[in-house]
């Protein structure tokens, strides 16, 4: 199922992992799956579920998912990385519900980001922090097309 036309509602910090985008994107996205099934943990409340990797932060480690059971549902979860099962609360559960729930999850954070801006000065990367890549590291920068 593409999800293009409701990962665009979140801005450009997401990545599409169904789109036509994803091909300038260098994360490797049948490694998400891979990591979100490898760190969700027995006592994690997401263990059992079947998540699809839908996008991902491009500037951390977050990744939104689809609930094949429920398609309404959605949920963000941010992978450790750590190529391992979890313990505890990790991955965490950043946002879960319909997708209302997770617009207004991001929004929330987009106005909390703003305000604690200095001043009203610009966020760069839209608030965030720089791109990272999977361990963490800066992203490299992805090589420009020509126009």
């Excluded at 509602?9 to 985008?21: H, Y």
């Excluded at 998400?32 to 839908?54: D, K, N, Q, Y």
């Excluded at 791109?131 to 992203?139: D, I, K, S, V, Y």
């Amino acid at each position: 199922m593409k999800e293009t036309s409701v990962v665009a509602e979140l801005g450009d910090d997401w990545c599409d992992v169904t789109a036509d985008r994803a091909e300038d994107c260098d994360l490797d996205h049948l490694a998400l799956a891979a990591e979100l099934s490898t760190e969700v943990h027995p006592a994690h409340p997401f263990f059992g579920t079947a998540l699809e990797v839908i996008a991902h932060r491009l500037t951390n480690d977050d990744v939104l998912c689809r609930h094949r059971a429920t398609p309404s549902r959605y949920s963000i979860l941010h992978l450790t990385w750590s190529h391992r099962e979890e313990i505890g609360g990790c991955p965490t559960i950043d946002a879960d519900g319909e997708w209302r729930h997770i617009t207004a999850y991001e929004n929330a954070v987009d106005a909390a980001l703003r305000e604690s801006a200095p001043n009203g000065a610009a966020l760069s990367g839209e608030g965030r922090k720089p791109e990272q890549g999977p361990t963490g590291q800066p992203r490299a920068e992805a090589p420009r097309r020509p126009s």
